[in-house]
Structures are given as structure tokens and as C-alpha cells.
């Protein structure tokens, strides 16, 4: 009897614990998060929070899916598709000038990633922007590089046409770049560029790049964006996904080499020599010397009225769009 009872004690502790796991599975807060492209180094730090439960231990079920670009991912979330999602301040500002309500409550990329690529020759002296005039660029079809190089190029006391842009297929850029078909082509640290350097390898090619932010271009790259909804509805839901991000990008900047593995596992067609290198890029962009607070995400206030003033030119905003509605710094 007293076995009996000692098994059916068991069984009882058994079914509470599983009814308890039951529930708080059930009680986790749903976040579909949309990452602007393929898996790669740039969200490397979500992708390594979902593999280490990080979601999981702040009480949230995310769920990640693959975008198709930073516009369409911002009026994406915009639009109560997804939660949150890999955005740049310029898709906020032009979803916004549309009517759109989107927020730009993160940083990821502390600067502008953004570069034009060439192909390096050897014994050929370093180049600067001016030397490439009339040489023609592949961006993609709706690449911000469409409009802000041209803004750029004027910023530098260049002609808006000192380069030929051409609007290509992202999935061709690279071939096309590598075969000659393009001089130039447009490249991001911490996603295309170690892709680019890698093929370049393989032709026995060395790649070369003009960062924008080296002359001149001071603003933001791209992070986290939710919407004013979202922050108005949830806002600890943003806070303990935002916590538990920037603890992956923490974890990814220490451990490099296991944050690599631990994303070709939940994703085993990409190449790891890829993924490490956008990870180290990405570890050197996403924590922002110069800020006044030093908690990783932190958004200045002098770089995004930078951000700001470069877009309003580069796209021709007015002033109802207040630099202060673009972004929020919320309790983290």
C-alpha cells in the first residue's frame, strides 16, 4: 500500500510539474520578429538569443522570419505583420512621411555599414571618391543607395551623376560585380560583404571599399523597429525583447566562434567562415564609443538629427516629420 502510494505521490508530482511547464509555455508572449533579409551576422545577436533561451528565460515565445528588404520589412510592421523587426532609420522616416507610425527603438549598427566595393589591384594606390567618376554601380532596385549616393556624392563637392547607379536584382549584384558587368558594387559589413570577399577569394580577386561614413556620411545603421502601437500596448513586452537581444549580441561579441555555430545550426546551408566574419564586423559596430550611456542599443540624439538631416535631403522631407517621433530610448 504504502509503495502504492509512494508511486501515485510520484506520478501526482510528475503531472503539477508538468501542468506548471504547460502553463508557462502557454503564458509566454508571442513575437514574431521579421529579420529584413536572409540569416546572417547583422541579427546574429537574435538568432543567438533564441539558441541559448534567452526569450525563453524573459517569458517570450519569438518566432523569426526571413524579410525582403528594410522597406518593405518596416511598412511590414507597420502594417501588424510582424512585431518587430531589422530596420534602418531611413525606412522609419519614409514610412512615416506615408502616414506610417513606425519606431526606431534600437541600435544594432552604431554607424552606417554601408560601403561601394571595387576591385583592389595590386601595386594600385588607395583610391578616393573622386577617382571613380563615370564608373557605374549595382544597387539593388530599392536600396537606399539609390538615393542617398547621389546626396552623398554632393555632400563631397561631386556631381549627383560623378557615378553611374544602376537598380539590379540583390541576387545578382555580387555575380555581376565579379564578372566585370559592374565597376562598382554596393556591399554592408556584417551581411554582403564577407559573402563578396569570400567569392572574391575563389577568382583569386581582393576586394576594395569606400565607406560612406569616411566621407561624411554620420548617420545610423540599422537596429530594432516596432511601432507606436506596440509601444503604447506592450511596452514591457519591447523592453524584455530588447533586453534579451542586446544579451545576444553581448554573448555573440564574447563568444564568436560558438555564436557561428550556434547559427548554422538553426540554419545549416550557410557557410560558417561566412557567418564569423559578419559577426566580427558586426561586434565592431554595435557598441557605440561616443555615447553618453553605454548600454548597447542606445540611441544619440545628435547622430539621429544627423540621420535626419541627411534624409531630408537625400529624399526631399519636410518638416512635419519631427526628428523625436522617429525613435524612442524606453527602459531597458
Not at 543567438?48 to 522597406?71: H, M, P, W
Not at 503604447?232 to 553581448?250: H, M, Q
Not at 567562415?273 to 559578419?278: D, I
Request: proline share 4%; net charge negative.
Amino acid at each position: 500500500m504504502a509503495k502504492k502510494l509512494g508511486i501515485s505521490l510520484r506520478l501526482a508530482a510528475l503531472a503539477g510539474a508538468f501542468a506548471s511547464m504547460m502553463t508557462a509555455a502557454s503564458a509566454a508572449e508571442e513575437i514574431s520578429f521579421n529579420m529584413s533579409w536572409l540569416p546572417q551576422g547583422s541579427v546574429g545577436g537574435v538568432l543567438v538569443a533564441k539558441a541559448k533561451g534567452f526569450y525563453d528565460e524573459a517569458g517570450l515565445n519569438v518566432s523569426v522570419y526571413q524579410g525582403y528588404g528594410g522597406q518593405r520589412t518596416v511598412n511590414e510592421i507597420d502594417q501588424g505583420l510582424f512585431d518587430i523587426g531589422y530596420g534602418d532609420p531611413v525606412s522609419v522616416i519614409l514610412n512615416r512621411v506615408n502616414g506610417g507610425k513606425a519606431v526606431f527603438v534600437g541600435s544594432i549598427n552604431t554607424v552606417w555599414p554601408g560601403a561601394l566595393c571595387y576591385i583592389q589591384k595590386d601595386g594600385e594606390k588607395t583610391p578616393v571618391l573622386a577617382d571613380f567618376s563615370g564608373k557605374s554601380v549595382g544597387g539593388g532596385a530599392t536600396s537606399p543607395v539609390q538615393n542617398i549616393v547621389p546626396a552623398w556624392l554632393e555632400q563631397n563637392g561631386l556631381p549627383k551623376d560623378h557615378l553611374k547607379l544602376l537598380r539590379m536584382n540583390p541576387a545578382v549584384i555580387t555575380s555581376s560585380f565579379l564578372e566585370g558587368q559592374v565597376d562598382l558594387a554596393e556591399c554592408w559589413e556584417g551581411a554582403s560583404l564577407p559573402i563578396l570577399n569570400e567569392n572574391a577569394q575563389e577568382t583569386g580577386k581582393k576586394i576594395g571599399m569606400i565607406k560612406y561614413r569616411d566621407f561624411g556620411l554620420d548617420m545610423y545603421g540599422s537596429g530594432f523597429v516596432t511601432t507606436e502601437a506596440m509601444l503604447a500596448e506592450k511596452p514591457e513586452v519591447v523592453d524584455k525583447f530588447l533586453d534579451a537581444s542586446y544579451r545576444g549580441y553581448e554573448y555573440m561579441a564574447a563568444h564568436p566562434e560558438e555564436a557561428a555555430d550556434l547559427i548554422v545550426k538553426q540554419y545549416p546551408t550557410l557557410k560558417k567562415t561566412v557567418v564569423l566574419n559578419q559577426i566580427k564586423q558586426i561586434n565592431a559596430l554595435v557598441r557605440d564609443p561616443h555615447a553618453e550611456n553605454k548600454d548597447l542599443g542606445f540611441v544619440r540624439a545628435d547622430r539621429m538629427e544627423k540621420t535626419m538631416g541627411f534624409v531630408r535631403e537625400a529624399f526631399v522631407v519636410d518638416d512635419s516629420i519631427k526628428t523625436v517621433d522617429l525613435y524612442r530610448n524606453i527602459s531597458r
